[in-house]
């Protein structure tokens, strides 16, 4: 992308922020560009939070069921899901699949327990139960 053709659409999204892109210049050289935002990608990143809103919501309805543990819950909430919990804990996926049960998730070690609470920036406390509120 040329440096003239940097999008500067002011996406909500930035809050009034600007971004660093790279776009290549008069003289053909890469630079980095400030942009403040492109309509495209705001949609794309609009659409995704509607979906972990979505995912997060069928979670909190799966919890109260007793069908699944909060675990599913907080990781959608935190826009993650099993692929990116398991990197960010250093489980494996199937593991984080398994503590998804509501059995499996209550006899988990508390260093286990640890690693999901840091990954999802929940205290131990928060990470065993749900929020009184559905969150907005």
Known sequence: MKKHEVPQDQADSLQGQRKAMYAVDEDGHYGVTP???WEAEALVLDQAI???ASLSNDARQRVEQGMSSPLEYHMYRKRMDVTVLAQS????????RRHLLPAIFSALSESKKRRYCEAL???LAELGQMPTEPAQ
């Open 35 to 37: 942009s403040n935002g």
């Open 50 to 52: 509607e979906q972990f």
């Open 89 to 96: 804990t250093g489980f494996f996926k199937w593991q984080v």
């Open 121 to 123: 920036g929940l205290s």
